[in-house]
């Protein structure tokens, strides 16, 4: 399946990496390695992640990252990335449907 990088996922993957290589080289290319096979995975296994509050989207977590998708016309959009480690996990409450 292809994969494809919505505008906010691909500007948060160059953001991270700037920020990384400014501390250190190898952890932006460590980093950008990470997130080449977190996709190339998806591609082939595109239900890795687990459904998400959102209906018809899938969140996989890897390395300390949470990367948002979801299969559109037959291709795996990646819509969001974001660190797992420094933001909370859930931001809507004990509410997962936002129907409150």
Not at 2 to 12: K, L, M, T
Not at 45 to 55: D, K
Not at 83 to 89: E, H, Q
């Amino acid at each position: 399946m292809r994969v494809r990088f919505a505008p906010e996922a691909g500007d948060y993957i160059k953001q991270e990496s700037t920020y990384l290589r400014q501390h250190s080289p190898q952890a932006a290319a460590t980093f950008l390695a990470r997130m080449r096979t977190a996709a190339r995975d998806l591609a082939s296994f595109s239900a890795a992640g687990e459904e998400f509050a959102v209906t018809g989207m899938r969140r996989l977590i890897r390395h300390g990252y949470r990367i948002n998708y979801m299969i559109e016309d037959g291709e795996l959009w990646i819509v969001g990335v974001s660190s797992s480690i420094n933001t909370p996990l859930s931001t809507s409450g004990d509410d997962p449907d936002y129907e409150s």
